[in-house]
């Protein structure tokens, strides 16, 4: 949509959706579009979160409105910045490599420890694909985002297919492309910003082990980073909602658990898997990655005979009774 003057020049233009990669619709700038304006329900409109504010960025500047909106009115005012919620309001799990194709899938989940429910209207997630600890514009939540006492809120890409949301759960769509969360095979990065610009949470993770790596996540400086998640993995804490300001608070999940409590966690086994009998114990499989371990040495005394095994001993028993 877009209002050009006399001359045919771009005066204002609102593109709202989720890809613009077949259309092209270019900004007031004349580039095309990146950032998109959400796309509205049925009854829905869509209108500035502050009248008469306007950038390239729609998705920071725009909001929906319900009940038909209020054409031949002012839209309603941002509700007032609500910074009490820093230090309740946690990133609790993370999904950044989806199965199949990335784009428009990703979600993030955050949980409030409070006992009074939290408006998140002007608080903002950033993000640092590849780039951490620099981190671009980010997705400022519009007012009346609200995240219940003691729960969860699911904040999600609107091509997210989930199969085991609670009914219910409190969520809040955006965009494809407005979470573009790296899937951790560098450096990446997320952050939660209180609507007075303080750092309320953040979360690095990525290939872990990196020689002389040593980010900032939350207040702490730390040597590692949390572990890339593998395809369909999230990121979540373990216990749940522990915060020590270490990446290492987060580890990989096994299940999926938007809107609720977070899943089993996924510890690999320390072992890998070793040529031959003798030395092994009996084979397990990977929760991480569905490969093949073993046992510590220790136990190949409990392994079950194998087949040379048990060959022998019926040859060393028939030797036994021949007269």
């Given at each position: 949509?877009?209002?050009?003057?006399?001359?045919?020049?771009?005066?204002?233009?609102?593109?709202?959706?989720?890809?613009?990669?077949?259309?092209?619709?270019?900004?007031?700038?004349?580039?095309?579009?990146?950032?998109?304006?959400?796309?509205?329900?049925?009854?829905?409109?869509?209108?500035?979160?502050?009248?008469?504010?306007?950038?390239?960025?729609?998705?920071?500047?725009?909001?929906?409105?319900?009940?038909?909106?209020?054409?031949?009115?002012?839209?309603?005012?941002?509700?007032?910045?609500?910074?009490?919620?820093?230090?309740?309001?946690?990133?609790?799990?993370?999904?950044?490599?989806?199965?199949?194709?990335?784009?428009?899938?990703?979600?993030?989940?955050?949980?409030?420890?409070?006992?009074?429910?939290?408006?998140?209207?002007?608080?903002?997630?950033?993000?640092?694909?590849?780039?951490?600890?620099?981190?671009?514009?980010?997705?400022?939540?519009?007012?009346?985002?609200?995240?219940?006492?003691?729960?969860?809120?699911?904040?999600?890409?609107?091509?997210?297919?989930?199969?085991?949301?609670?009914?219910?759960?409190?969520?809040?769509?955006?965009?494809?492309?407005?979470?573009?969360?790296?899937?951790?095979?560098?450096?990446?990065?997320?952050?939660?910003?209180?609507?007075?610009?303080?750092?309320?949470?953040a979360l690095a993770y990525g290939p872990t082990g990196?020689?002389?790596?040593?980010?900032?996540?939350?207040?702490?400086?730390?040597?590692?980073?949390?572990?890339?998640?593998?395809?369909?993995?999230?990121?979540?804490?373990?216990?749940?909602?522990?915060?020590?300001?270490?990446?290492?608070?987060?580890?990989?999940?096994?299940?999926?658990?938007?809107?609720?409590?977070?899943?089993?966690?996924?510890?690999?086994?320390?072992?890998?898997?070793?040529?031959?009998?003798?030395?092994?114990?009996?084979?397990?499989?990977?929760?991480?990655?569905?490969?093949?371990?073993?046992?510590?040495?220790?136990?190949?005394?409990?392994?079950?005979?194998?087949?040379?095994?048990?060959?022998?001993?019926?040859?060393?028993?028939?030797?036994?009774?021949?007269?």
């Open positions: 949509m877009r209002i050009v003057n006399c001359l045919g020049e771009p005066v204002d233009t609102v593109v709202y959706g989720s890809d613009n990669s077949d259309d092209q619709w270019e900004d007031d700038s004349g580039a095309v579009a990146t950032s998109f304006a959400p796309k509205p329900g049925e009854t829905e409109s869509i209108g500035r979160r502050m009248n008469g504010v306007d950038t390239t960025k729609a998705a920071m500047t725009s909001t929906v409105f319900g009940d038909r909106g209020h054409p031949g009115y002012a839209n309603p005012a941002p509700p007032p910045c609500d910074v009490s919620g820093n230090g309740l309001v946690l990133i609790n799990e993370v999904l950044a490599d989806a199965v199949g194709a990335d784009a428009g899938q990703h979600w993030i989940e955050l949980v409030n420890l409070g006992t009074a429910d939290i408006d998140l209207g002007g608080w903002e997630l950033q993000v640092a694909p590849s780039t951490w600890p620099n981190f671009g514009e980010g997705l400022s939540l519009p007012g009346g985002t609200i995240l219940p006492a003691g729960g969860f809120l699911v904040i999600h890409e609107d091509a997210t297919e989930f199969t085991n949301l609670p009914v219910g759960a409190p969520i809040l769509v955006v965009a494809a492309g407005e979470l573009d969360l790296g899937n951790g095979s560098s450096e990446d990065g997320l952050r939660l910003m209180d609507c007075g610009g303080n750092e309320a949470d990196t020689a002389g790596v040593e980010f900032d996540c939350g207040n702490a400086a730390f040597p590692t980073l949390a572990p890339a998640p593998g395809e369909a993995q999230t990121l979540g804490r373990a216990p749940e909602a522990a915060d020590t300001n270490q990446c290492s608070d987060f580890t990989l999940q096994t299940t999926m658990s938007p809107g609720a409590e977070n899943g089993d966690v996924c510890v690999p086994p320390d072992d890998v898997p070793k040529s031959g009998c003798r030395g092994r114990g009996s084979a397990t499989t990977n929760p991480c990655d569905g490969t093949t371990v073993y046992e510590p040495p220790g136990r190949c005394a409990t392994a079950p005979f194998g087949g040379l095994e048990a060959v022998v001993l019926a040859l060393a028993l028939i030797r036994r009774r021949r007269p």
